[in-house]
């Protein structure tokens, strides 16, 4: 299937909270009025809808459903005004690549939210990784000091069972410890 503004095709893509047909060119859209009721307050759609502007255009976008025209109209949603082709019958929606951002004023601040929620958590495995590794560090010396005991314990025993070291540098024994 074709894209309604551009030459490329159209491709079926579905995320968690809606389906789309988008164009793989001009990433515009098909979206269904019943998915971006789930983004906004359905009430509140329904009003963006009803305050919505016809535009005399001439685009020919049909709809993907039953074929008609579909009517472009100005929408208004907090101040961001989008013009979106719309058809009254299927409620379904042609979004040009971006409009779609300027319709989704709730999921933005679900988005938000979501983000902070995801830095909030990467601080937390920040300070995790450094308590984690903080507690390495005290473990990894605590069984450095006790390899150290181990080793002055180990050189003196040696020490007192032959002279032979006495004279030396010492690096004998250590590379008995070595290997
Ligand atoms: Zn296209
Ligand atoms: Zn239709």
Known sequence: MNCPSCAGKLYKYKTHDAAYMICDSCFGHYF???????????????????????????RKIPCIKCKNKMVEIEVNNNDQIVKIDRCHNCKILWLDQDEIEYLQAEKCDLENALN??????????????SLIESKLAEVYL??????????????????????AYKNSDGWEIFEDFLY
């Open 32 to 58: 269904l009025e019943a998915d971006i009721k789930k983004l906004h307050k359905p009430k509140i759609w329904d009003q963006i809808i009803s305050d919505a502007k016809p535009i005399k255009s001439k």
């Open 116 to 129: 902070k929620e995801k830095i909030i958590s990467e601080i937390d495995t920040i300070n995790m990784n």
């Open 142 to 163: 605590d069984s450095q000091l006790q390899d150290m005991k181990l080793m002055r314990k180990e050189l003196k025993k040696r020490e007192k069972q032959s002279n």
